[in-house]
Nanobody
Framework: QVQLVESGGGLVQAGGSLRLSCSVS????????MGWYRQAPGKQRDLVAT???????SYADAVKGRFTISRDNAKRLIYLQMNNLKPEDTALYYC?????????WGQGTQLTVSS
């Protein structure tokens, strides 16, 4: 079992920045992929960014050049640095990890971007 706890969400004006954090309950050893997803009201949950155990990153087109995913192995934290935020970034942001064939999710942290 893996517990994930997101934090750092809030209300920010368009053009602003925010960093989300995800605390992971176990060592990153054997965790294959870590990622951030988001879900806006009435919409499906979409992938935002991922980072592999090897450090390779990938991003949704909508956030490329604005968001950066990173991790701190020692602190067992996954970050999502978000810059130049837009109202369409408003969503509930979820942290996700894949451990073997299992996927684990946090409860989410809300980001609201005002215009």
């Amino acid at each position: 079992q893996v517990q994930l706890v997101e934090s750092g969400g809030g209300l920010v004006q368009a053009g602003g920045s925010l960093r989300l954090s995800c605390s992971v309950s176990r060592s990153f050893l054997s965790i294959n992929t870590m990622g951030w997803y988001r879900q806006a009201p009435g919409k499906q949950r979409d992938l935002v960014a991922t980072i592999t155990s090897g450090g390779d990153t990938s991003y949704a087109d909508a956030v490329k050049g604005r968001f950066t995913i990173s991790r701190d192995n020692a602190k067992r934290l996954i970050y999502l640095q978000m810059n130049n935020l837009k109202p369409e970034d408003t969503a509930l942001y979820y942290c996700n990890v894949r451990l073997g064939s299992f996927y684990y999710w946090g409860q989410g942290t809300q980001l609201t971007v005002s215009s």
